[in-house]
Structure formats: C-alpha cells, structure tokens
C-alpha cells in the first residue's frame, strides 16, 4: 500500500531506508548523498542490537532538515512521528547474498569498522567452512546468513507479519531488479519529493561475480555441495519466499504505472552504460 499524503504533509516527508547489509544499499545511498547533499542522516545502534523507536525519532527531533535517513540497525517497522516516514527497502535472494557476505567479510580491514567474529572466520576458512559455522543455530553472529533479512526488517521471526510489513512499505525493490525498483521509485516519490536524479553507477560491487543469477546460484551449490546447500536453502526459506514476494509487488507497482510513458524510458537510462547488479 502506498502512503496517501496530501502535497502539503508532503513537503516534511522523510525517506527511511532501511539499510540490509549487502543488499545494494551503498549504491542507493550513493542515490540520497546525491538528491540531499545536506539532508541525508545516518543513525546507528551501538553494538549488536536495534535502534529503538525513541532513538530514531530523538535524532529525527535533533536534526529537523534530515529529508533522508539510512540505517544498517533499523527495522522497517517506522515509529510514529509528526512528519510522514517514507519507508524504502531491497530484498536479495539470500543464497546469492551469503555469498556476497562472505567476500565483504573477507575483505574487512582493521580501518573499516570493528572487525567481528563473522569477519575473522570469513579470513580464516574457505566459503564452505564459513557457511558450516555460521548455520550452527547456536552461533548468534552467525544469523546473518540465517532468514537474516526476513527478520531484520521486523525485527522479530515472522514472515507473514513481515509480508504484511512489505504491503505498507511504500519503497520495495529487489536487487536483482535494481532498474525497475528504481523506475517505480521515482515516479512514487514525485509526489513527496519532486523530481529525484536516480541516475546511478553501482557502487561496492565485486568485479569477478558472474551477470546472471541462476549461473551464481549453481556456482554456490558447487561450492558448498548438495548436503550443505540443502541446509542453507532450509535456514533460509522465509527469505527465498519473501525475496519473491518482493519481486510481485514490485511488479504490481509497476504494471500500476505502464500507462505513464516514462517508466520503460526510466528502466533502461538509470543505470550508466558498464554497470552489473549491486553485490
């Protein structure tokens, strides 16, 4: 459901992003640093935890010309606040994101932030060694590849709640579908933004990965084998169906729009010539 503000309410309107880790969100970040050079904020819990709704609308309160917020640590389960909170998200095919993840980890120097324990096993082993440790159900840091996106935006294990969550959020793209998300997107916004420049060059993507998902997703299950890929597909099934319940919408919203003339034009001059999906 998209939200229904007047033009007036519409003038206080913050873009929420909610941030999933390896889920294209430097690119779009890149995006809101881009269309609110000064109004972009960022906010982050302390730790492994969630912000809390107070902390979200106690810094929205400090910082009254934010338009955009990003947050790694925030659900997409909006506090109530005075000015209209435009909910924006990316769900990933999760076996395709863990892999994603483990790269990312292995990559993490002393200088990019705290480097954590899925971070030094990442270093340590190959990506099947780092898969089978963080599967074990009694590795907390090891959720991050476990219905980790289902749950995050929630911020509790409940997929039909986190469907419903996805129905209400007026901002949902996939990946996979970066131009399309983002065609949809700019027309949706208009109204609460004006005219966005969602013109974009994909930022933190790895070079060698191949262009097509199924070939990424075989390349996987090689990796890992049949036995530990069966096990990463069970751990993950309320993100591989909420990933394709995010892709529906998604196409509701735009066959929604195919009477506007633009919205094809948008999809295929979005993205500059030479780019691949996000990683």
């Not at 941030?19 to 640093?33: M, Q, S, V």
């Not at 005219?195 to 930022?203: A, G, S, T």
Request: glycine share 6%; net charge positive; hydrophobic share 35%.
């Amino acid at each position: 459901m998209f939200n229904r503000k007047t033009h007036h309410e519409a003038g206080d309107a913050i873009l929420f992003h909610c941030h999933l880790f390896k889920n294209a969100g430097t690119t779009i970040e890149y995006l809101l640093n881009r269309n609110f050079p000064d109004a972009h904020g960022h906010l982050e819990a302390d730790g492994f935890r969630q912000l809390t709704p107070a902390e979200i609308t106690g810094a929205l309160d400090q910082n009254p010309h934010w338009r955009a917020l990003s947050s790694h640590t925030a659900s997409l389960v909006m506090p109530e606040y005075p000015r209209p909170l435009i909910g924006l998200v990316f769900i990933r095919h999760p076996i395709d994101r863990v892999h994603s993840v483990y790269r990312y980890e292995r990559r993490r120097t002393d200088e990019d932030k705290i480097i954590n324990p899925s971070a030094q096993v990442a270093k340590e082993t190959d990506f099947r060694g780092f898969v089978n440790w963080a599967l074990d159900e009694n590795n907390g840091y090891g959720s991050i590849i476990r219905n980790f996106q289902s749950r995050h935006i929630l911020g509790r294990d409940d997929l039909p709640a986190a469907k419903r969550l996805l129905r209400r959020t007026s901002c949902v793209g996939t990946v996979e579908e970066l131009d399309l998300s983002l065609g949809v997107f700019k027309y949706s916004l208009k109204r609460y933004f004006g005219e966005m420049n969602l013109e974009y060059v994909i930022q933190n993507q790895s070079r060698s990965r191949h262009p097509e998902l199924d070939t990424r997703i075989k390349q996987i299950e090689s990796l890992l084998g049949p036995e530990l890929f069966r096990e990463l597909l069970t751990k993950n099934a309320g993100d591989l169906e909420l990933w394709a319940y995010a892709g529906r919408l998604l196409h509701l919203r735009h066959a929604k729009y195919t009477g506007h003339r633009f919205i094809g034009y948008l999809r295929k001059k979005l993205r500059k010539p030479g780019t691949n999906l996000s990683d």
